[in-house]
Every structure is written in C-alpha cells, then in structure tokens.
C-alpha cells in the first residue's frame, strides 16, 4: 500500500521563485492536509480540504494555494517563495474531519529558500 | 484556543528503563489524541489512536492514556531500546473545529 506520497523530498529555491509540492493518497480519504513544521514549534496547518472541489486555509495560509480537483490529489502551491518558508512540510489523509479516524502522513518535503 | 505542550523537550535514558513521555492539551473538547513518532529526516508513523471516550490504548511495549478533565496524556514505553530514539509528537483533533492540534514533541535518546 502507498498510503500518502509526497514528491519531491528535497527542494532547493531562489527567493520569488514558484513551485508546486505534489501529494497524492490510494485510501480514498475525504480529508487532506498540509502542515509545515518549523523547529521546536509543533505542525502547523497551512490549508486542508475535505473532498474534491473544497478547500480551506489553516492556521498559516499565507503564501500558498492549493486545489483538489480529485480526491486522490491534493497540490500545494508556493506563489512567490521567501526564506520565512524555509520548512519541512507534511501533507496528511484521513478518512473523514468529521469522526475519530486516524491521520496518515507522507514522508515529507524539506524545502530550502536562498 | 487549544494549546498542545510535551515535557520535556528531550530525554535521554540508558537502555532497559520504563519511560513515561508527557503531553498536556488546554481545553478538554477533543474527539481524539494520537501519538506519532518522527525518526530523523523521515515522516510521522502513528503509534496509538485514543478516542476522546477511552482511558488507555495499547500496541506491544508502547502504552497510552488519557484523562480528558485534567487535560493530560502520558506515552509509556517499556523496557526501551535504542531503536526507540525518535521524536514523539501527540495532537489532538479539536472539536471545535475539528483540525489536529500539535505538541512540539519530545526528542527521545535510549543509550546502549
């Protein structure tokens, strides 16, 4: 079973340059998420969705858009990066928002901006 | 606001000893807490699931529990092993709006 996979593992970028973290789950799950996570401060969740056509920002949305046009995917997008995103980021399934089910994660993408 | 805090930071203890990890939560409306562990340069692996009705969950060496009105949870893990070196994170799902709320973790360090 895949579970969640994120891609790429590594990036490294300019300042105001774009890119798009990829994530995609095989559970069928309703509820996606990013989070990023900074040193001693617990994640953080940027944007989440739960289900295909509906988004919604987190706690920290600025900079970043994302989309779910299938279930299956869940795109997050850097518009213009600056070093305060510098991160490990997370993107994260779970069954339902709604009931207590457990969260799946991917393996994660570290992300350098110079 | 829900606020999510372990203590300590980090741990270090000789290989063989029970440990107790720590996660404290501000507001009890939750519908659950998990425990993950996070290994150097790698994801979240989720190693308990305690819905907000349960005491305690159990997976092999590793025990959870849970006690709502005091806002407390404690991860137990018994006879560690230095394969049980990672950073232990809790989170709890807010009722309130339903997302995880994290812990900044706990880095553990089991010497041989």
């Known amino acids: 079973n895949a579970g969640v996979t994120q891609t790429p593992k590594f990036q490294v970028l300019k300042t105001g340059q774009s890119m798009t973290l990829q994530c995609a789950q095989d559970m069928n799950h309703e509820y996606m998420s990013w989070y990023r996570q900074d040193p001693g401060m617990g994640l953080r969740l940027i944007h989440y969705?739960?289900?295909?056509?509906?988004?919604d920002q987190g706690e920290v949305p600025n900079g970043y858009n994302v989309s779910r046009s299938t279930t299956e995917d869940f795109p997050l997008r850097l518009l213009s990066a600056a070093p305060s995103q510098t991160s490990v980021y997370f993107c994260?399934?779970?069954?339902?928002?709604?009931?207590?089910?457990?969260?799946?994660f991917g393996q994660g993408t570290r992300l350098t901006v110079v | 606001k829900q606020e999510v805090t372990q203590i300590p930071a980090a741990l270090s203890v000789p290989e063989g000893e029970n440990l107790v990890l720590n996660c404290s939560f501000t507001?009890?409306?939750?519908?659950?807490l998990q425990w993950f562990r996070q290994d150097p340069g790698k994801g979240l692996t989720s190693l308990l699931l305690?819905?907000?009705s349960q005491r305690e969950q159990t997976s092999g060496r590793l025990n959870a529990s849970l006690d709502k009105s005091s806002g407390r949870s404690t991860l137990y893990i018994a006879a560690s092993q230095p394969g049980d070196s990672a950073t232990y994170l809790c989170a709890v799902r807010s009722r309130s709006n339903y997302q995880l709320i994290w812990g900044a973790g706990t880095k553990l360090i089991i010497k041989p």
């Open positions: 969705s739960v289900g295909a056509g509906i988004t």
């Open positions: 994260a399934s779970s069954y339902s928002s709604r009931v207590n089910t457990e969260a799946f």
């Open positions: 507001d009890s409306a939750i519908y659950n």
């Open positions: 305690i819905q907000s």
